[in-house]
């Protein structure tokens, strides 16, 4: 009877039973993986510590080393200078403390430096001393190479611990003739130490040849301590074998405790650098992550248990929830549905207005290829538009217009706004058809461009009406200006030879009336201004220059009586150019442009200075008028019905294949333009 209550009460329970033993196994695994983590720690922990004071160690060894090398080597450079050796063997005193004097100057880490004799005799030495020691400490008599002596009591000030570093002055045939040596003092390493023993607990020993304690970053009895017996045990480990930086945990006899433990050589000197660690202090890192790890595995157990008892309060809730969550998915899958309907019959309008349209309507992809076209383009150009699909756009492109379309494609591509195309299409049998494109970019939720959606429209009887307009307005141009030649001539050859005629038979009355001589000179006066006036008027109307010597004369001739007349001062600028390669349209325009210009520069700047520049490159020609007046409004000079000039000026550029560009501001302006060598392409 126990047992069928027990087992419906499992049934009756069996979420809550399923749920507390998922718990139970949980907080097992979490200890078990908190076992795992912290055993792994504890070793990965320990072997960074050893790398740790291993490299320490031979970071210290390389660094003493170094700097004890120098040091000899400064020695053995002065000791093999002549005069050094001369002043020994000669014992000059004074020159002796020459050599010793900025040895003694240049650094804080020398107790005392001195010179010997060959039996290690003391000779001269600083700083001085009223007793020195007849045989100084730390030489070794007899050496031919650079020494240093294991540590020792300083003779300069007494319970300071030094070393001394030597080098043998040698004769040419090898043998010491005196020895010159530098005191050292131990200490000076205690800030290099301590500076760089940066973790905590670890203690640094330096031991000389004798393994007698040089320096330590300890304080007190550093030899006598724990750390240090055991560092100096490491260091003879390390010399018994064979001088092979070592590094291990160990446990001092001492006070029991484990430390680590490394040990270097200081190269080429005799000396070891030893390193113990107190093991706790090294490892505190470590406990504390993972401390942190069992905090963060308890806190996680117990937002779990949290968890567990939400879930269950809240199974009942989201049954109903299920529940109502379906009615609502039902509801939602209707209206989906009517919106899907919705969306296809507005579509299928839209679709439907598209194909109707007379334009072109069409969609590239990232490439460029044709992914829908509209019917109209039946008509525009003869194809199908399932013909299209698939294909470049750029493929029914006229050939003369690609780079065209190239162009304007890369500047939609950088991000740049760009003005509707006009560009020659090719149909299916093979015509040639103005197609006006305006298009946008389609972008991705990322704002990267996936593809262009654009509308092409059939403009070429515009464009064949606007060509002859333009070849209308080029023929009224050159009409005009071979009617000014014409009237040019007449005015300089039958005007002028009657003008001259009359002004020849005026001086002849003159020499023979003398009665009337006064008014008859103001009458040769008059004949005079109006021979002067037909001739400018004929040069205004049509330079001959221009015809019989090219561009670049008539525009320095033009500069030149712009000069004259006192009105600006015009420099030039002006590049020879091959004028044969240049059409008389071109030739003509261009004079006509730097002849506005500078009329307008006399009119309207009131600048003083005036500067011209012709310049050729690349098949292209360029002409520049730049003055430094008040400037005037761009926009309103272009309007054709306010500012014929300009306006004028634009239109004659153009015919020729040219660009005029215009910049004014209150500094000054500047009008260029700039055409094709052979004239309109």
Not at 167 to 174: F, M, N, R, S, Y
Not at 378 to 399: K, N, Q, T
């Amino acid at each position: 009877m126990a047992a069928a209550q027990f087992k419906r009460f499992l049934i009756k329970r069996r979420p809550a039973v399923l749920l507390f033993g998922a718990f139970s196994l949980l907080v097992l695994m979490g200890l078990v993986y908190s076992l795992v983590v912290y055993q792994a720690l504890r070793e990965r922990a320990e072997g960074e510590n050893l790398a740790a004071d291993l490299a320490q160690a031979e970071n210290c060894g390389y660094f003493i080393g170094d700097h004890q090398k120098g040091v000899l080597g400064r020695l053995a450079v002065i000791a093999a200078r002549n005069a050094f050796r001369q002043a020994i063997v000669q014992r000059d005193l004074a020159e002796l403390y020459s050599f010793l004097g900025p040895l003694w100057q240049d650094t804080q880490e020398t107790d005392a430096v001195f010179v010997a004799g060959p039996a290690g005799d003391f000779l001269v030495g600083l700083p001085r001393q009223q007793n020195p020691p007849l045989e100084p400490p730390g030489l070794t008599p007899g050496a031919v190479r650079p020494t240093i002596s294991p540590a020792h009591e300083s003779h300069v000030e007494q319970g300071r611990l030094v070393v001394t570093l030597s080098a043998p002055v040698l004769t040419p045939d090898g043998a010491p003739v005196g020895y010159l040596a530098i005191v050292q003092r131990a200490d000076l390493w205690q800030g290099v130490i301590e500076r760089l023993s940066v973790r905590p607990g670890r203690s640094i020993f330096v031991f000389d040849q004798k393994q007698r304690l040089i320096f330590s970053n300890l304080t007190g009895r550093p030899a006598q301590s724990p750390q240090g017996r055991l560092a100096l045990d490491q260091a003879r480990k390390m010399l018994a074998g064979g001088g092979r930086a070592l590094a291990a945990l160990e446990q001092s006899p001492d006070d029991g405790k484990r430390y680590f433990a490394a040990a270097a050589p200081v190269a080429g000197l005799g000396w070891s650098v030893a390193l113990a660690q107190d093991y706790d202090a090294a490892m505190a890192p470590a406990h504390a992550m993972f401390m942190n790890i069992v905090f963060f595995m308890g806190l996680l157990l117990l937002c779990l248990l949290f968890l567990s008892f939400l879930v269950m309060s809240r199974y009942r809730m989201q049954q109903r929830m299920l529940t109502e969550l379906d009615e609502e998915a039902r509801r939602l899958e209707g209206l989906v549905q009517q919106r899907t309907a919705d969306l296809r019959h507005t579509t299928e309008r839209y679709r439907n207005l598209v194909q109707d349209l007379p334009d072109v309507v069409y969609e590239l992809d990232a490439v460029g290829r044709v992914t829908f076209v509209s019917k109209a383009v039946s008509a525009v150009l003869g194809y199908e538009p399932g013909d299209m699909l698939g294909i470049l756009w750029r493929d029914f492109v006229s050939g003369e217009d690609r780079a065209h379309f190239d162009e304007e494609r890369r500047r939609a591509h950088s991000g740049e706004k760009i003005s509707i195309m006009a560009l020659r299409h090719l149909t299916k049998n093979g015509r040639l058809r103005w197609l006006s494109i305006h298009s946008r970019a389609l972008l991705d939720h990322d704002g990267n461009p996936t593809g262009r959606l654009g509308v092409a429209r059939d403009v070429t009887s515009e464009v064949m009406a606007e060509r002859k307009i333009r070849e209308l307005s080029g023929r009224l141009i050159n009409a005009q200006e071979e009617e000014r030649k014409r009237i040019a001539l007449d005015l300089h050859d039958e005007m002028g030879q009657i003008l001259s005629a009359l002004k020849i038979g005026l001086q002849s009355l003159a020499q023979r009336e003398e009665n009337q001589r006064e008014d008859i000179n103001q009458l040769i006066a008059l004949a005079q201004r109006v021979m002067d006036q037909t001739r400018a008027l004929a040069y205004h109307l049509r330079p001959a220059i221009l015809d019989n010597f090219g561009l670049v004369a008539a525009l320095e001739d033009l500069c030149e009586s712009m000069s004259e007349s006192k009105l600006l001062a015009v420099e030039y600028n002006l590049q020879p150019i091959d004028e044969d390669l240049l059409p008389p349209g071109v030739r003509t325009s261009l004079f006509r442009f730097a002849q506005e210009a500078l009329t307008n520069a006399v009119k309207h700047s009131g600048s003083l200075r005036v500067e011209v520049s012709l310049a050729a490159d690349e098949g292209a020609i360029e002409l520049c008028v730049r003055d430094w007046g008040k400037g005037f409004n761009v926009a309103q000079a272009l309007d054709a019905g306010k500012h014929l000039g300009l306006a004028g000026m634009r239109e004659r550029i153009s015919l020729i294949g040219g660009r005029l560009l215009i910049d004014s501001n209150f500094k000054g302006s500047t009008l260029k333009v700039r055409a094709p060598i052979g004239g309109r392409r």
